[in-house]
């Protein structure tokens, strides 16, 4: 395993910046992407959409019991969602949201505040906007 796969964070935070190829939370900076969940957060080796599969989102879909919105960071584009994945949490009552990163974590920042049931699969990007 490398040390983005293991960089682990045991509780679900705000995001505080976003670009350079990482995150900023909790005073601490996490280069490359980023899995927000209710056990924590948690570095995701995925650093783009092709990667996207049921199988790289199993960490979400093994908590999907304790969510209601999923946002999913796209990087600097937007792309379908394969419905796959999106039946897989339609299933387990969970809404997905897949949009540029900056928009989901943006949003994903909100629905914490509001202590909304909220995960975010954020795919790391270069340039904020």
């Known amino acids: 395993m490398s040390a983005v796969e293991t960089a682990h964070f045991p509780r ?7 670009g350079n190829g990482g995150f900023r939370f909790a005073e601490m ?18 650093d783009s959409t092709a990667q996207l599969t049921l199988e790289s989102l199993e960490p979400v879909l093994a908590q999907a019991d304790k969510l ?22 339609r299933d387990r009552s969970v809404i ?3 949009t540029q ?3 989901a974590v943006r949003t994903y920042n909100v629905l914490l505040a509001e202590e909304r049931a909220v995960a975010a699969a954020l795919i790391a ?3 904020a906007r």
Request: with cysteine; proline share 5%.
């Open 12 to 18: 679900q935070v705000g995001i505080d910046a976003y």
């Open 68 to 89: 209601d919105v999923l946002l999913i960071g796209l990087g600097g584009d937007i792309v379908a969602i394969d419905p796959a994945i999106r039946q897989a949490f």
């Open 96 to 98: 997905i949201e897949a």
């Open 29 to 46: 900076s996490h280069k490359g992407s980023l899995l927000c969940l209710p056990n924590g957060m948690s570095g995701w080796p995925i």
């Open 125 to 127: 990007v270069e340039n």
């Open 101 to 103: 990163t900056g928009g």
